[in-house]
């Protein structure tokens, strides 16, 4: 009997071109032209070094997100393991090499750019433990001789980017690790467990803090009590999403560009310009791009056959979700300024990289959702 060939032969690239998800891809492309405008305003509507930079690495990192989609799903599979070990040699290769700024170790200095390997590791990880529950019987997922090594591999790279230090890459790590384990099927219990001890040890975890680490959990509980130092940033940034309105001030019109109230405009807080300049009606079409990219790659998820395509899309899928609402509650002061990128939005070439990496592997999911992997 004759088998699909899909299956047993690689596909032309006729097939693969015409398995890619368009929407999921055209979405991304809005998304990327509407951060282009965003980092135009940030730079005053001028062609600054911030929007030069954020074109190039966003139109590279596109090409790079489609070129990875025509990689065979089995390949991403076979090397899952060396790629997280390339990772966490990256993070080893910044605690005795790495760049410092502004009191943190984060980056390499490639020559070409500087590279912060804690971004990669949130893919790494994730395709380390899709692997690894791929390939761990329902019968063994819970026993304690199979939750060590998911352990080890979680805990290592959190505790080498917690020192660098970046708690808020850090906690992003372990959640996408930990939403791995849980679609795999580790009980509750584990979590359980896992969560009280947690906040057990919470108290000797915060005298391990650097001060502005603990004036920026002290900030989020109360950012009046310094309204013109560590307060100050997420007061304007809620004062700016606030006076935005229904229709924002226009394009170009917003204070916080022209006037410099904010810092760090175009990282972190590239939410709260844009919301500013477009107001709530611009800020519920972010959301909707967000939305369509996170339901795609859940659709992804549905439609692949292997195990371990499933795992990794509902593991992203997830994973990206959190990294937007993080960002989203952090410059509206829901939840301490914990340095979290907005996926695509944001200036920086590391987190741009390892989220088309991401979306370029669901991707590859999807061109090769026939093919099995043992």
């Not at 679609?183 to 906040?199: C, N």
């Not at 004036?215 to 940033?233: K, M, W």
């Amino acid at each position: 009997m004759l088998q699909p060939r899909s299956i047993h032969s690689s596909l032309n690239f006729r097939d693969k071109l015409f398995s890619i998800d368009y929407v999921l891809v055209i979405t991304i492309f809005i998304l990327g032209l509407v951060s282009i405008l965003a980092m135009y305003s940030t730079d005053g509507g001028e062609f600054k070094y911030h929007t030069k930079s954020h074109i190039i690495r966003f139109f590279v990192f596109f090409f790079m997100f489609l070129t990875i989609s025509f990689i065979q799903i089995r390949f991403w599979h076979s090397q899952s393991y060396l790629i997280y070990f390339i990772f966490f040699i990256l993070l080893l290769g910044v605690k005795y090499f790495g760049l410092t700024s502004s009191g943190s170790k984060r980056w390499l200095d490639l020559y070409f750019m500087n590279l912060q390997p804690s971004e990669l590791m949130k893919i790494g990880l994730i395709l380390f433990l899709a692997k690894y529950y791929h390939r761990t019987s329902i019968e063994n997922i819970n026993s304690i001789r199979y939750l060590f090594l998911p352990i080890v591999v979680l805990i290592a790279p959190v505790l080498l980017v917690a020192t660098q230090p970046d708690l808020g890459t850090s906690i992003l790590i372990a959640a996408g690790g930990i939403t791995v384990a849980w679609l795999a099927g580790v009980k509750v219990k584990f979590f359980t467990i896992s969560g009280l001890s947690f906040l057990a040890l919470l108290p000797i975890a915060i005298s391990f803090l650097k001060p502005y680490q603990k004036s920026r959990i002290l900030t989020f509980l109360n950012p009046e009590r310094d309204p013109l130092g560590a307060g100050y940033q997420i007061i304007q940034s809620k004062i700016a999403i606030g006076s935005g309105g229904l229709f924002g001030k226009g394009f170009l019109q917003g204070s916080q560009s022209y006037l410099d109230y904010l810092p760090e405009k175009h990282t972190d807080f590239i939410f709260t310009l844009f919301s500013e300049e477009f107001g709530f009606f611009g800020s519920v079409f972010i959301l909707i791009l967000y939305a369509l990219i996170v339901w795609r790659l859940v659709k992804i998820g549905n439609i692949t056959r292997s195990n371990f395509g499933k795992l990794y899309c509902y593991s992203f899928a997830t994973a990206f979700f959190i990294y937007v609402v993080v960002n989203m509650m952090m410059v509206l002061g829901l939840l301490p300024i914990v340095g979290s990128p907005l996926p695509i939005m944001s200036y920086g070439g590391s987190s741009m990289m390892a989220i088309m990496l991401g979306l370029g592997i669901a991707m590859s999911c999807k061109v090769h959702k026939d093919t099995p992997v043992n």
